[in-house]
């Protein structure tokens, strides 16, 4: 409802406030709020309360993406191991040529190289290919998405 969607409005900009001033910026009762919170969490919408990390911050200052394609049968090997890494930060299973689309940070050119020399030690790997990412362009975001689908059920209610 828009109470959800003015809750999770207020959380993409950043999720470190009370919920006092959640309530506060959603125009919400401290209970409201809280109940749709809860709610969020219980339904999945809300997947996490953790800080955003800048991981160039941290010294980590090149990011790649890389895909895999994978010998049949093996993903499973192939995505335990990608745990294993701690620079593998995501790999997602995609439609195509390839297998696998994984996000992967480095300290530096060489050390990416190192990193990318770790992936290929398990057993399964046909071929990997990466690039490089020069800049950000657009940052992860979700609040466009959320003003989008919130106006979209506005529009939607009062059409209906």
């Not at 040529?97 to 940070?105: F, K, N, Q, S, Y």
Request: hydrophobic letters at 40%; proline letters at 2%.
């Amino acid at each position: 409802d828009s109470v959800d969607w003015r809750v999770l409005r207020v959380l993409s900009e950043g999720s470190r406030i009370g919920m006092l001033e959640l309530s506060r910026r959603a125009e919400v009762a401290r209970g409201t709020a809280q109940a749709h919170v809860d709610r969020l969490v219980s339904n999945g919408v809300i997947t996490s309360f953790a800080p955003h990390l800048d991981v160039r911050a941290m010294g980590y200052g090149v990011l790649a993406f890389t895909t895999i394609d994978i010998a049949q049968g093996r993903l499973g090997d192939v995505v335990a191991h990608l745990r294993e890494i701690p620079e593998v930060l995501e790999a997602h299973a995609t439609t195509g040529a390839d297998d696998l689309l994984c996000r992967v940070v480095a300290r530096s050119n060489d050390h990416l190289q190192e990193v990318l020399n770790r992936i290929l030690e398990v057993q399964g790997i046909n071929r990997t290919q990466t690039v490089i990412a020069l800049s950000e362009q657009i940052p992860y975001r979700v609040t466009p998405l959320v003003d989008a689908a919130g106006g979209e059920r506005k529009l939607r209610r009062v059409k209906g």
